[in-house]
């Protein structure tokens, strides 16, 4: 398995094409193309306003927040995000992130790999 330090902004940030996102951001820190089999760590940013889509999926996922402020939307509920907080979203829960803060929201979202219907997820690969 190959060995990976770089700063992130070395690493390409791509915008969120998805229905429904709006001045969204990812960039794939870590992913199938640095030799995991386990795991992906994805950085988003959300401009003022922006938005990741909303939606579901098969997997779980966990989120750290490094700075701005903003609403994580779970199930028809809002919950204040800002710098510090962890967010873990259980499999196949509705589920969307929204900037509310007037400068970026940023943060790490870890995904795990399981199953051959994660094989395309990235668009490194």
């Not at 992906?40 to 003022?48: E, H, K, N, V, W």
């Not at 259980?90 to 007037?102: A, D, L, S, V």
Request: charged letters at 25%; a negative charge; one cysteine or more.
């Amino acid at each position: 398995m190959p060995f990976k330090a770089t700063h992130y902004e070395n690493i390409s940030e791509k915008a969120v094409e998805e229905e429904g996102a709006v001045g969204a951001r990812i960039r794939w820190l870590i992913s199938r193309i640095d030799g995991t089999d386990n795991f992906a760590l994805r950085m988003f940013t959300l401009d003022p306003g922006g938005q990741t889509p909303q939606h579901k999926h098969p997997w779980e996922h966990g989120v750290f927040v490094l700075e701005g402020e903003g609403i994580v939307w779970f199930e028809g509920e809002e919950h204040r995000i800002a710098p510090g907080y962890v967010v873990f979203i259980p499999p196949n829960k509705e589920h969307y992130f929204k900037n509310t803060g007037k400068l970026l929201l940023r943060f790490l979202c870890i995904i795990p790999f399981i199953g051959p219907e994660r094989k395309s997820l990235s668009a490194e690969e």
